[in-house]
T-cell receptor, first 115, second 116 residues
């Protein structure tokens, strides 16, 4: 068990560019969550998946954001036409599926800087 | 509206002294409660969690937390801090009686500085 892995760890992009982040959850974890954390704030929930199904999306997830988990394993989060306000740490977490009451395990995050 | 409040943005404590971090929540029902710690540039590590049962919860690294339903609080404590405890601490709540343990609402965090 290598934990939740996120790639890249850091990304600097120019405003207007598209970026994509990857998250590999703990193997056999059915649930996968994305959060955004801005400087000085706690993480904010963006969306989560049960296997390949995206079950919930926060209002924070604007039309420029899209998340996928095509085979129920790794997930990608894409931001189109990035804005300076998108600069943040993007955290991924995973947890076992329904009926297993335990916490979510977080990755180390991808820090995005939009210049 | 649901909310999680950590009243102290920043706490400075001497090494060896005790530490208490406050967390209050506003929720429709008693939520599941968590404390996470985050070191600079790192992800979140779970310190402890409360789902039900004994209201005094023991966690890792010598931390404990007490759930007080009447006060809607879940304060974190450590009797004697170590320099390695310097980090940011987040209280979080999750919806009860569902399977979405990972869908959490976090407080804004408390930055802990440990002095020699």
């Amino acid at each position: 068990d290598t934990g939740v892995s996120q790639d890249p760890r850091h990304k600097i992009t120019k405003r207007g560019q598209n970026v994509t982040f990857r998250c590999d959850p703990i193997s056999e974890h059915n649930r996968l969550y994305w959060y955004r954390q801005t400087l000085g704030q706690g993480p904010e929930f963006l969306t989560y998946f049960q296997n390949e199904a995206q079950l919930e999306k926060s209002r924070l997830l604007s039309d420029r954001f899209s998340a996928e988990r095509p085979k129920g394993s790794f997930s990608t989060l894409e931001i189109q036409r990035t804005e300076q306000g998108d600069s943040a740490m993007y955290l991924c977490a995973s947890s076992p599926g329904a009926g297993v009451r335990t916490e979510a395990f977080f990755g180390q995050g991808t820090r995005l800087t939009v210049v | 509206a649901q909310s999680v409040t950590q009243p102290d943005i920043h706490i400075t404590v001497s090494e060896g002294a005790s530490l208490e971090l406050r967390c209050n929540y506003s929720y429709g029902a008693t939520p599941y409660l968590f404390w996470y710690v985050q070191s600079p540039g790192q992800g979140l590590q779970l310190l402890l969690k409360y789902f039900s049962g004994d209201t005094l919860v023991q966690g890792i690294k010598g931390f404990e937390a007490e759930f007080k339903r009447s006060q809607s609080s879940f304060n974190l404590r450590k009797p004697s801090v170590h320099w390695s405890d310097a980090a940011e601490y987040f209280c979080a709540v999750g919806p009860p009686a569902t399977d979405s343990w990972g869908k959490l609402q976090f407080g804004a965090g408390t930055q802990v500085v440990v002095t020699p």
